[in-house]
């Protein structure tokens, strides 16, 4: 038997379409190229339009098929038109990936109102609405596959979890809740839980280099990630491979949570 028809069968993604938050740094860069490459048709969503225009213009010279929409998923109203412009690219997504989020943690004697709603705005509810948006499509067409990125602050406190990791642990709630919804109708819905990831996210942490290298030691492979390191966990959580897998917490940390 030969590999190529095989791996493809399992791993393919032509024909999909996955919206990508949060897609033009970072985890989410790594995430929609690793899509995209894999065959998908991939709109990617975040503000800065100039890192969203060098994505996309990276993966065309390659020959994939991708696009971009400008918005800030801090308001409601953002997120929804967010995804009715996205939707009106390459048609309703099968696939959706929400990487998008801020990292604000002050110590909890200082984190404000402010701070808390921005962070909810952002890592909770803009995925939340995304969901509400296109899981019942996805279920009534049969397939669908849902992706959250968290963290290890929603399985523990360390480095001023604050308002930060209050959402992460919320995400992570959400997939349960939705895969209870969805999955009896073809749509998994997972997180991805990075351990420390070298990433602009992180920038504060990464001037600490004692912490940085800390983390490193926290794993078991004796390293920090890197946003490349998620390429194949999401092509397999977005590919028909994962059929079988809902409602969980993959962790691609180095064996940081294990150690």
């Known amino acids: 038997m030969e590999s190529q ?16 938050t949060g897609g033009s740094s970072g985890i989410g860069r790594a995430i929609a190229g690793a ?3 894999a065959g998908a048709n991939v ?15 990276e993966l ?21 038109d967010a995804a009715d412009r996205a939707a009106a690219v390459f048609g309703e997504p099968d696939i959706l990936v929400n990487c998008a989020g801020i990292n604000l943690r002050p110590p909890m004697s200082e984190l404000d109102e402010d701070v808390w709603d921005r962070t909810m705005a952002v890592n909770l509810d803009a995925p939340f609405l995304l969901g509400q ?16 990125v968290t963290s290890q602050q929603a399985h523990r406190a360390f480095v001023q979890s604050g308002a930060y ?13 939705q895969a209870e919804a969805w999955s009896p109708h073809g ?50 959580l977005a590919s028909r491979a994962s ?16 150690h």
């Open 5 to 20: 028809p095989y791996l493809a069968q399992l791993f393919s993604l032509e024909n999909h379409t996955a919206l990508v």
């Open 43 to 57: 709109v990617i969503v975040a503000r800065r339009e100039a890192e969203l225009a060098a994505t996309v213009g």
């Open 243 to 258: 059929a079988y897998v809902t409602g969980q917490s993959v962790f691609v940390d180095g064996g940081f949570h294990a």
């Open 133 to 148: 948006r296109f899981g019942p499509g996805m279920a009534e067409r049969g397939y669908g596959r849902i992706i959250h």
């Open 187 to 236: 749509v998994t819905c997972n997180t991805l839980v990075p351990g420390f990831v070298l990433t602009p996210l992180n920038a504060r942490l990464q001037s600490q280099p004692g912490t940085i290298a800390a983390l490193a030691d926290r794993t078991l492979v004796g390293r920090n990630g890197v946003p490349e390191d998620f390429a194949g966990a999401a092509v397999f």
């Open 60 to 80: 065309e010279a390659e020959g994939c098929r991708a696009a971009w929409v400008a918005a800030d998923l801090a308001t409601r109203d953002g997120v929804r």
């Open 165 to 177: 990791g209050v959402s992460k642990g919320g995400l992570e709630s959400l997939a349960r809740s």
């Open 35 to 37: 899509l995209a490459r």
